[in-house]
T-cell receptor, first 112, second 117 residues
Framework: NAGVTQTPKFQVLKTGQSMTLQCAQDMNHEYMSWYRQDPGMGLRLIHYSVGAGITDQGEVPNGYNVSRSTTEDFPLRLLSAAPSQTSVYFC???????????FGAGSRLTVL | AQTVTQSQPEMSVQEAETVTLSCTYDTSESDYYLFWYKQPPSRQMILVIRQEAYKQQNATENRFSVNFQKAAKSFSLKISDSQLGDAAMYFCAYRSRDWAAGNKLTFGGGTRVLVKP
């Protein structure tokens, strides 16, 4: 099993550009989520989904959009990138009744 | 909202010695989960140990053990017989037992562990 796959691993953007971070899991997990990691602040929840067609905001949702059209995929969209969105992004998933998350390898995004 | 605080930005330990990482949290809930995650330079998030709040017994996983003090809202991690491979960032995390809230984690700011040979 591939687990949770994130692409790309590294990306450099200019301010105002748009992009999508991809997240796919092959474990049939109902729950998927996106976190960002900034120095000294741990990981903070951006958006999450408890199943296909259902998404909700986390702690820091501004500037990000998500959708969940399939169980496997949960893309994170930046419509107009800002330097404040420079961070490492993690996708994570789990079964709904489980309390252990499986994390992807992370995507490092730099916005100039 | 819950908060998780790790007051030690960095800890250094001699190989084969023991180090203890501190974590405190704030919550009004009575039932929840607590976790310690390890993040090596590869950036991968690795679950080290978890504790269910309704269980009084402290969790143990090989050389890793916790000291869970529910009344004090404290959840420290002890790494015994430290190895070079233990060098990493360690994050404490909280999860509500409210299943309707989804599997959302609240993380502390992390503690970097350095292991000296």
């Amino acid at each position: 099993n591939a687990g949770v796959t994130q692409t790309p691993k590294f990306q450099v953007l200019k301010t105002g550009q748009s992009m999508t971070l991809q997240c796919a899991q092959d474990m049939n997990h109902e729950y998927m989520s996106w976190y960002r990691q900034d120095p000294g602040m741990g990981l903070r929840l951006i958006h999450y989904s408890v199943g296909a067609g259902i998404t909700d905001q986390g702690e820091v949702p501004n500037g990000y959009n998500v959708s969940r059209s399939t169980t496997e995929d949960f893309p994170l969209r930046l419509l107009s990138a800002a330097p404040s969105q420079t961070s490492v992004y993690f996708c994570a998933s789990s079964f709904s009744g489980a309390n252990v998350l499986t994390f992807g390898a992370g995507s490092r995004l730099t916005v100039l | 909202a819950q908060t998780v605080t790790q007051s030690q930005p960095e800890m250094s330990v001699q190989e084969a010695e023991t180090v203890t990482l501190s974590c405190t949290y704030d919550t009004s809930e009575s039932d929840y989960y607590l976790f310690w995650y390890k993040q090596p330079p590869s950036r991968q998030m690795i679950l080290v140990i978890r504790q269910e709040a309704y269980k009084q017994q402290n969790a143990t996983e090989n050389r890793f053990s916790v000291n869970f003090q529910k009344a004090a809202k404290s959840f420290s991690l002890k790494i015994s017989d430290s190895q070079l491979g233990d060098a990493a960032m360690y994050f404490c995390a909280y999860r509500s037992r409210d299943w309707a809230a989804g599997n959302k984690l609240t993380f502390g700011g992390g503690t970097r562990v350095l292991v000296k040979p």
